[in-house]
């Protein structure tokens, strides 16, 4: 996925880069539910039986949506929801795909193209899908490296991971 994103951006291709960004939240935001959740081994088992997250309820009662997934990340991820609130314009066909194919320029020049020409998009846009990226990486890797010095250990236990 991160080779994909790169390879967007290489390609001044917002229409894909964006939604890529926004599936690397989607996967940070289970990740911390599934390092934080309460009963992880119920909740594995009944991932690899099938269900999906949408369809699973937390401790409240709520169904574990995109939505109620990175509001839960939330207060560990503060940088991510407005990120994702951002890159979800990007999922589905919708007034950010009409706004950025379309360039004024002048009084009367009008420009419509896909993918959009690179002189376009600002060269902040791209720091910003890339540093958000990274962000998003290294803290999923947090979370991997947690249940790497967990796994297979009884309850409490965990080893020391090498840096």
Request: proline letters at 7%; zero cysteines.
């Amino acid at each position: 996925m991160i080779d994909a994103l790169i390879d967007a951006v290489d390609t001044y291709n917002v229409h894909a880069a964006a939604p890529l960004l926004r599936l690397q939240l989607d996967t940070l935001f289970r990740a911390h539910y599934v390092a934080s959740g309460p009963d992880l081994d119920d909740l594995t088992m009944r991932l690899l039986s099938g269900d999906e997250f949408r369809k699973i309820r937390d401790a409240e009662g709520k169904y574990l949506n995109d939505g109620r997934l990175k509001d839960l990340a939330a207060p560990s991820h503060p940088w991510a929801p407005p990120v994702y609130d951002k890159t979800s314009s990007w999922v589905h066909f919708s007034l950010s795909h009409i706004m950025a194919t379309a360039q004024v320029s002048g009084e009367s020049d009008l420009h419509m193209s896909v993918p959009l020409r690179p002189q376009v998009i600002p060269e902040s846009l791209w720091h910003e899908i890339y540093g958000a990226a990274i962000q998003a990486t290294e803290e999923l890797f947090l979370y991997l490296r947690g249940w790497a010095a967990r796994k297979g250990l009884p309850a409490g236990e965990k080893r020391t991971l090498p840096e």
